[in-house]
């Protein structure tokens, strides 16, 4: 029988939420870091009308999707590339940048994608200590090596929703060699963006991609829309190990729409960031240990990884999903996604009484 690649077959599959709830329970999904709300009503509109055009494959250059991302973010649309959903470009980056004999660094509670995708391509794993749970630009520096060919920053990060500012982004690539390639990716950067915050102009200098994905704030993770700004010469690389026609047409069309309808995505971001900020109050007050959160998630840490996991079992029996972040190395902690009000609502009030009663 043909036998995978040997870095194929030692590595383990990347673990998606479990998501069956038990026999009569409904399901109370906070465990995917989805939108509170559906996508705004012109998008669903747009997609709607798409679909007629189905029988066409869709743009392979994304052309219209890739003006009006230029137009909103004041940005070059020629070194725009989408991606089927941000995964698809981590992907496509680690190909052409990673593998062996070469190693990608990342923080310690970095988005477990990045390990997955890196071990896809042959590349060597390295990872850098965090301060509280916060990305640490001195270790990350520390822990460069001659085989380093990327940096996987994810900021705010996933699981932490932790952020550093700009300035240390800016610290990070000049500490870095000319032939080091940092990835900032800003799958969350929707919740917490202001002018001092956005990080295009770094692409510029050669050594930067910006990641930003359609999946959270714009509510639209079904529709596998990711996009990022590279520099040119790393756009023309990924381009060759692209998938031909990565995003549906009926998506590129919804993601355009929804770049239309701003006011619904910062209404999205405002409702997420006010309920987050009442659950993280409320699950203080009753004792919970919860990191500082600039995203649609909370990280609850637990004692220890037996307490996390039996939280984990006890809401699950109840059919609430949140989920244990063994993956990215903090095995003691629970992430829940602020998603619909009584979902959170009914999520705290069982962690709540597992807490004053020890039982759910
Ligand atoms: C940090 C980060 N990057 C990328 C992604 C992938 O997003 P997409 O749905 O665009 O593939 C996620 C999804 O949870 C994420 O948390």
């Known amino acids: 029988m043909t036998q995978p690649h040997s870095h194929i077959a030692t590595m383990a599959p990347y673990a998606l939420a479990q998501m069956a709830p038990p026999p009569g329970k409904a399901l109370v999904s906070l465990a995917q ?10 998008v669903i509109k747009a997609a709607a009308e798409a679909l007629a055009d189905g029988a066409a494959y869709p743009d392979p250059d994304w052309t219209a999707l890739r003006h009006a991302l230029a137009d909103l973010h004041g940005i070059a649309a020629d070194q725009i590339l989408c991606g089927n959903g941000s995964l698809d470009l981590i992907g496509c980056l680690m190909r052409v940048y990673a593998g062996p004999q070469r190693s990608v660094l990342m923080p310690a509670h970095s988005y477990p994608f990045f390990r997955t995708a890196s071990e896809m391509a042959g590349a060597a794993v390295v990872t850098a200590p965090e ?11 520390a822990a460069v090596a001659p085989e380093t060919s990327l940096v996987c920053v994810a900021n705010p990060g996933n699981p932490t ?16 060699r000319d032939d080091v390639l940092l990835i900032i990716d800003e799958a969350y950067g929707e919740y917490c963006d202001d002018d001092k915050t956005r990080c295009w102009d770094m692409v510029e200098d050669g050594g930067c991609v910006v990641l930003r994905t359609f999946s959270k704030a714009y509510g639209m993770a079904g529709f596998r829309v990711g996009w990022g700004l590279f520099p040119a010469a790393v756009a023309a690389q990924l381009r060759k190990v692209m998938n031909p026609n990565n995003v549906p047409h009926a998506s590129q069309v919804a993601a355009a729409a929804a770049l239309g309808d701003q006011a619904y995505m910062r209404e999205t971001c405002q409702i997420t960031g006010t309920l987050r900020d009442a659950a993280h109050g409320t699950l203080q007050r009753a004792g919970f240990d919860v990191v500082p959160s600039h995203t649609n998630f909370l990280l609850i840490r637990f004692d220890s990884a037996e307490l996390a996991q039996e939280v984990e079992a006890a809401l699950i029996a109840e059919g609430i999903f949140l989920r244990r972040q063994q993956g990215a190395g ?12 009584t979902a959170t609502r009914a999520a705290i009030a069982r962690l709540i009484q597992w807490k004053t009663g020890g039982v759910v």
């Open 33 to 42: 870091n989805e939108s509170l709300r559906p996508p705004s009503p012109l």
């Open 131 to 141: 301060q509280e749970e916060t990305v640490c630009v001195d270790t990350l520096l």
């Open 161 to 176: 929703g932790t952020r550093i500012p700009k300035s240390e982004l800016l610290r990070l690539r000049a500490g870095l």
């Open 330 to 341: 903090l095995p003691h902690a629970l992430r829940m996604t602020i998603g619909p009000e």
